[in-house]
């Protein structure tokens, strides 16, 4: 007889092992790092652009474009055309060579986890640095193949001299983009302002005195271009050696991984300001008025906070900028009606401003009525007008009546100033 079948229970098979996050190589770990820096650039721009519309726009365009390029070929070139200077092709090409950045594919995490697998880095930074020397590459032949027609049809440039120089922008572009990263990654402040200037300024002037010089001369560009090249390898060895400028690196490829963001909210948000510890101009809270009554203490709290914010120097320098080409252009008969009217959009902008001042939280805290906040915006929105009306009056002056103008004319400008600003914001500051 049988006995009892025993059933056997079966051993559950082994966990399935996700190897998703594991990385066996640092040239997988290179290739995951672009593919997925390409994927994060292609998915902001789906964020503002739908791809069908896109489509419409990108293909028509595309055929436009090429049917003008084919005629500059096949057709007799724009009168414009003939008429612009040689130096002027190299210097838009130089403006392309001095743009753009250097990507390491650095993370913030690299600091706990890879910093101290050199290799791994020196992998990730090889494959970063030629991969953004080819998009400097195709971004600089695509504006030269765009010159191209220009060169051979307007200038008579020879194709071989055409042909050097491609090499000697692509050299010179290279060459740039590694010092001025080297420049970026180790110093802050004026003195980075202060090293591009043999970084990237000094160079980039170079190429383009050699290309006017040497335009007809190929041998000399292959020449140039070769110089440039061992630049650039020569920055890439420092590149790879340096060492302390982890921070550095990983701030920098953060901005270039933002850059498109960047440039898609630069219309929708301001630009977040650097923290300072000290105010570049009265870095010593300094008075500006005689000590009297305590409403001059409110005028100048007013003035220096427009004057250190950048947002508000900038506008009301670039203000002036534009009124005194308004100025110089105008007939001179309405000369001095111009600047009326420009004060007084000038003096509502400086009382919007004072307004918007008084509204925020701190300003409830001061122990000031409204009489004594509407006689320091007066002061406040007089003595931030002075220097505007004093420069817009200097070139009218000058232009209506020669350098005498000035000694007759200037004070009336400073009247001006008074009399509108004053009576602008006296109006519209309650009392």
Sequence with gaps: MRGPTVTVPKEPAPARRRDGYRTGSPGRLLRRRLTGHIREQLGMIRTVADWTVMLYLIIPGLLLGGRYYYGYWQEPLP?????????????ILALGIVSGGLLLLLHEGDLLFLRQQQRWVRTLMLGGTAYSLLLTALKLLAVWGVMLPFLIRGYAVSWPSALALAALTLACGWCVKLLRHLVLVQRQGWRRWLWLIPAAGVPAGLYVRAVSAWMQTPALLWLAAAVYLAGAALALRTRLSLRGSFTGDVREDFKQRMRIAAFLLSGVIDKPRPTRYRPWIFRKSQTLLATAPAEKRLTEAGIKALVRHTGHLKLYLQFLGVSLAAIFIVPYGFKWLVIGVLLAMLSFWLVS????????????????????????????????????????SLLAAVQLYGWWGIVFFLPAGFGLSWVLAGMFAGMRLER
């Design 353 to 392: 401003f004072w307004k918007s001042l008084m509204g925020e939280e701190f300003a409830a805290l001061l122990p000031f009525s409204k009489e004594q906040r509407a006689v320091a915006g007066t002061r406040a929105v007089l003595l931030l007008s002075l220097p505007y009306s004093a420069l817009t």
């Design 79 to 91: 009168g414009w055309s003939l008429n612009l200077p040689l130096a002027l092709l190299p210097g």
